[in-house]
């Protein structure tokens, strides 16, 4: 099994630019996370679908941030226009449900710089 | 009000030691899951151990213990025989249900680092 695929694994752009940030989940899993971690502020869960619908989308910052999910195999977090505070890595996660022992699957995260 | 709360930002043991991980959490939902996760340096996260609030018995996963005191809110993982490979962040989660308000998504603390030193 591939795991949560994510690209790219870096990115460094310029402000204002437009970032996109990619995902493929585990096949099967119908939840998908996309987090984003900084030294101040930790893990923060930005928005999360189930299959392929959007439910909670309260923590994405601001309007610049938006999520899709076409399939139930493609997710893309953009960012338009990035700024430097945007700095992060994020993650994308998927998971077969909430309940329970379900864990989250963590995909090895995009390192997105801006400048 | 810190829903997951790890006290310890950073830990050193020598490696084949055991260690203690500290996590408290505060809910006021009777059924809740905790979890542990792994960040090595290379940046993934990496599922460990899971308690549920029913279950009788403490989780165990290999080296990894999971000491769950209900009355105490305490969910502390313990790492047996420490290895150089052990290095990196902690992170305790807590699911919670919608009795409390919750949304069974995860809500992660801050993290705890581990140094393992040969």
């Known amino acids: 099994d591939a795991g949560v695929i994510q690209s790219p694994r870096h990115e460094v752009t310029e402000m204002g630019q437009e970032v996109t940030l990619r995902c493929k989940p585990i096949?099967?899993?119908?939840?998908l996370f996309w987090y984003r971690q900084t030294m101040m502020r930790g893990l923060e869960l930005l928005i999360y679908f189930n299959n392929n619908v959007p439910i909670d989308d309260s923590g994405m910052p601001e309007d610049r941030f938006s999520a899709k999910m076409p399939n139930a195999s493609f997710s893309t977090l953009k960012i338009q226009p990035s700024e430097p505070r945007d700095s992060a890595v994020y993650f994308c996660?998927?998971?077969?449900?909430?309940?329970?022992?379900?864990?989250?699957?963590f995909g090895p995260g995009t390192r997105l710089t801006v400048l | 009000a810190q829903k997951i709360t790890q006290t310890q930002p950073g830990m050193f043991v020598q490696e084949k030691e055991a260690v203690t991980l500290d996590c408290t959490y505060d809910?006021?939902?009777?059924?809740?899951?905790l979890f542990w996760y792994k960040q090595p340096s290379s940046g993934e996260m990496i599922f460990l151990i899971y308690?549920?609030?029913?279950?009788?018995q403490n989780a165990t996963e290999g080296r990894y213990s999971l000491n769950f005191q209900k009355a105490r809110k305490s969910a502390n993982l313990v790492i047996s025989a420490s290895q150089l490979g052990d290095s990196a962040m902690y992170f305790c989660?807590?699911?919670?249900?919608?009795?409390?308000?919750?949304?069974?998504?995860?809500?992660f603390g801050r993290g705890t680092s581990l140094i393992v030193h040969p």
């Open positions: 308690q549920g609030s029913y279950d009788q």
């Open positions: 996660a998927s998971s077969f449900g909430l309940a329970g022992d379900n864990e989250q699957f």
């Open positions: 096949s099967g899993h119908d939840y």
């Open positions: 989660a807590m699911r919670e249900g919608e009795a409390s308000g919750g949304s069974y998504i995860p809500t």
């Open positions: 809910t006021s939902d009777p059924s809740y899951g």
